[in-house]
Nanobody, 118 residues
Framework: VQLQASGGGLVQPGGSLRLSCAAS????????MGWYRQAPGKQRELVAT???????NYAGSVKGRFTISRDNAKNTVYLQMSSLTPDDTAVYYC?????????????WGQGTQVTVSS
């Protein structure tokens, strides 16, 4: 299964953006899907995840501003981002986590750039 991220771009502070992650197969093949981001000079960090059962998890820095969701019919996971600040500037990566015989495997999309600037 391949993951294709899209939706990044340039947005002004306070603005909104929606990222999409389309899977080439069923998103239910993954135990969990989510979004990570990596800013220049920083480590990749978790932004938000959603499990097959629908459990949600958010980084503290985005809680209340970002919403992760999925469209099962379209095999797509979304990240709705609002009240964006320059600190949200990063490359955002779609992730799928799959456990096989108890071993976790990570699948990554190609990344999409989000730049928050006036």
């Amino acid at each position: 299964v391949q993951l294709q991220a899209s939706g990044g771009g340039l947005v002004q502070p306070g603005g909104s953006l929606r990222l999409s992650c389309a899977a080439s197969g069923s998103i239910f093949s993954f135990n969990r899907m989510g979004w990570y981001r990596q800013a220049p000079g920083k480590q990749r960090e978790l932004v938000a995840t959603i499990t097959t059962g629908g459990s949600l998890n958010y980084a503290g820095s985005v809680k209340g501003r970002f919403t992760i969701s999925r469209d099962n019919a379209k095999n797509t996971v979304y990240l709705q981002m609002s009240s964006l600040t320059p600190d949200d500037t990063a490359v955002y990566y779609c992730n799928g986590l799959k456990y096989q015989i108890g071993v976790p495997y990570d699948y990554w999309g190609q990344g999409t750039q989000v730049t928050v600037s006036s």
